[in-house]
């Protein structure tokens, strides 16, 4: 099992461009997560998903745009990326059973400069 | 306003010691917690959870221990081992009190070495 990946590992993007950092999981996770860190700092939820379709903002989405068409991937889309957006990214899923979930599994994360 | 607070940038210990990491927490409604694991340019990886109903929880060298009335909780690794040397996040979500045990909120974490 590969678990959590994410694509790319590392990127710079000029101030403005756009970019899709991509999530695959292949434990057959109902529910998945985008988080950012910033330096020196916890994670926080950018925008999280119950199950293919259905998607909804987490503490920090301004910025973003997530779509799930499928259980194995979850997709976040940057659009006009600012500086502030400078930030390592990680992908999660969990199994869950009703509104009880499980713990979560983490990609290895994807670092992003905006210059 | 930070929900979940490791005041503990870094910690050192030697091996074969015990290591204690502390997390204090805010929000009241809180009632599940976890701790996660991180080595560099890795994803965290969960350890070890608690809920509101128990206050200790133990899996092998890894206990930890909640305070509700004093919103603490604490991670205890006996004995350190060097490779135990990573972030430790703390985690908490407000499952029981009627919201969901997915959505969390982290800490900053706390970088504990272990010297051997």
């Known amino acids: 099992n590969a678990g959590v990946t994410q694509t790319p590992k590392f990127r710079i993007l000029k101030i403005g461009q756009s970019m899709t950092l991509q999530c695959t999981q292949d434990?057959?996770?109902?529910?998945m997560y985008w988080y950012r860190q910033d330096p020196g700092m916890g994670l926080k939820l950018i925008y999280y998903?119950?199950?293919?379709?259905?998607?909804d903002k987490g503490e920090v989405p301004n910025g973003y745009n997530v779509s799930r068409s499928t259980t194995e991937d979850f997709p976040l889309r940057l659009e006009l990326a600012a500086p502030s957006q400078t930030s390592v990214y990680f992908c999660?899923?969990?199994?869950?059973?009703?509104?009880?979930?499980?713990?979560?599994?983490f990609g290895p994360g994807t670092r992003l400069t905006v210059t | 306003d930070q929900q979940v607070k490791q005041n503990s940038p870094s910690l050192s210990v030697q091996e074969g010691r015990i290591s204690i990491l502390n997390c204090d927490y805010t929000?009241?409604?809180?009632?599940?917690f976890l701790w996660y694991k991180k080595y560099p340019a890795e994803g965290p990886t969960f350890l070890i959870s608690?809920?509101?109903?128990?206050d200790k929880n133990e899996d092998g060298r890894f206990t930890v221990f909640l305070n509700k009335s004093a919103k603490h909780l604490s991670l205890h690794i006996v004995p350190s081992q060097p490779g135990d040397s990573a972030v430790y996040f703390c985690?908490?979500?407000?499952?029981?009190?009627?919201?969901?045990?997915?959505?969390?909120?982290f800490g900053k974490g706390t970088l504990l070495t272990v010297n051997p």
């Open positions: 999660a899923s969990s199994y869950s059973l009703g509104v009880q979930s499980y713990e979560q599994y």
């Open positions: 434990m057959n996770h109902n529910y």
């Open positions: 998903s119950v199950g293919a379709g259905i998607t």
């Open positions: 929000n009241s409604m809180f009632d599940y």
């Open positions: 608690i809920s509101s109903i128990k």
């Open positions: 985690a908490a979500s407000p499952y029981f009190s009627g919201g969901s045990n997915y959505k969390l909120t």
